[in-house]
């Protein structure tokens, strides 16, 4: 089975930069598609951003324009980088991975990382 190992997060304050990491294991499928969630205490789990096999990407419009998806060459390992971070994007962060054609029908992701916590004070 697929592990994903997120790392990259911390305390920080508002405005602050932060670059999340998230290592694969290994890349179980031809076409997989990859991205991240968070969860803060007492809300519901929330769709950062996502990258699928073709490049594109999404992004929660509470996160346009200061959060970047992106992956090295290899594609074993995922990256957002944060920046301009504010005390609302507090919340433990989730690294996720599935087959694209999964993702599309389900609009879900099978493995899931541990997650890293991200905390931004004010």
């Known amino acids: 089975q697929v592990q994903l190992v997120e790392s990259g997060g911390g305390s920080v304050q508002s405005g602050g930069s932060l670059r999340l990491s998230c290592a694969a294991s290994a890349l179980p499928y031809s076409t997989y598609c990859m991205g991240w969630y968070r969860q803060a205490p007492g809300k519901g789990r929330e769709q950062v951003a996502t990258?699928?096999?073709?490049?594109?990407?999404k992004y929660a419009d509470s996160v346009k324009g200061r959060f970047t998806i992106s992956q090295d060459n290899s594609k074993k390992t995922l990256y957002l980088q944060m920046n301009n971070l504010k005390p609302d994007d507090t919340a433990m962060y989730y690294c996720?991975?599935?087959?694209?054609?999964?993702?599309?029908?389900?609009?879900?992701?099978?493995?899931w990382g541990q997650g890293t916590q991200v905390t931004v004070s004010s």
């Open positions: 990258i699928a096999d073709d490049g594109s990407t």
């Open positions: 996720v991975l599935d087959h694209c054609t999964n993702v599309r029908w389900y609009g879900e992701y099978k493995f």
